[in-house]
C-alpha cells in the first residue's frame, strides 16, 4: 500500500477479521506498525543496495518496470474498486497497540473523541479548496498513525484491505468530503477525507 513506509504491507488478519497486520520488507508479519527504527532500516538498506551498482541496474529497472505495469493496472481500476483517502488517527488506551513512536498512548477514548471532535470543528470551518492541505497539515501533526509522514495518506486501496467500519466510511464518501462523524475501528478513532 503505498501509504506505508518503503515496500511495507499492511493485510487484513484472516483468523481475526477486522484486524490488520503488516508486513516488513524482509517479509515478516507483525501486529504493530512499522517503528521509526525499522523503516530507518530499511531506507538505509535499499540505499546501500542502490549505491553497490552493477547487478542492482538491472534490478532497479525491473522494479520500475513492475512499477508502471502496477500503476497501469491502479489507473484502469474504477472509482467504484478503489478509494484513496486522508485519516487522522488518534488512539487511546483501549485501541490496538496504543502507541504512537514506540511511546504509549495514555488518553482514554473520551480524550481521544473531545480531541478529534475539535479538529473536526477546525476542518469543517476550512474552505473547500484549501481543505486537503489542512487535513494534511493536522494529520502531519496530529496522527497516532505511521501514515501521518505523508500527511495521513493511506493511498489507493481496494475493499477488504481496511477494518470494516474504516472500508465503508471510506467508500461512502464522494470525493472531496470529509467524514462528518468520528469513526470507530480496533486502531482507533478516526476523521476520513476521500481525495479519489
Not at 541496474?57 to 491502479?74: E, G, I, L, M
Amino acid at each position: 500500500m503505498s501509504g506505508l513506509p518503503y515496500q511495507w504491507k499492511l493485510r487484513e488478519s484472516k483468523s481475526r477479521p477486522g484486524v490488520v497486520y503488516y508486513i516488513t520488507p524482509a517479509g515478516k508479519s507483525q501486529w504493530s506498525e512499522p517503528s521509526e527504527k525499522q523503516i530507518r532500516k530499511a531506507k538505509e538498506a535499499e540505499s546501500k543496495k542502490n549505491s553497490n551498482g552493477g547487478d542492482n541496474k538491472r534490478s532497479r529497472s525491473d522494479s520500475s518496470s513492475s512499477n508502471n505495469k502496477r500503476a497501469k493496472v491502479t489507473s484502469s481500476s474504477s472509482s467504484k474498486d478503489q478509494v484513496q483517502v486522508l485519516h487522522l488517527l488518534k488512539k487511546h488506551t483501549e485501541s490496538r497497540n496504543p502507541m504512537r513512536s514506540g511511546k504509549p498512548i495514555t488518553r482514554t477514548k473520551e480524550e481521544a473523541i473531545s480531541e478529534l471532535n475539535e479538529l473536526l470543528v477546525g476542518l469543517n470551518e476550512v474552505e473547500k479548496e484549501e481543505l486537503e492541505s489542512t487535513f494534511r497539515q493536522f494529520a502531519e501533526s496530529e496522527s497516532d498513525c505511521s501514515s501521518r509522514r505523508n500527511g495521513g495518506d493511506l493511498g489507493l486501496f481496494s475493499k477488504g484491505a481496511m477494518q470494516p467500519p474504516f472500508e465503508k466510511a471510506a467508500f461512502d464518501l464522494e470525493v472531496g468530503d470529509m467524514t462528518k462523524e468520528l469513526v470507530y475501528t480496533a486502531s482507533g478513532i478516526h476523521i476520513i477525507l476521500r481525495i479519489k
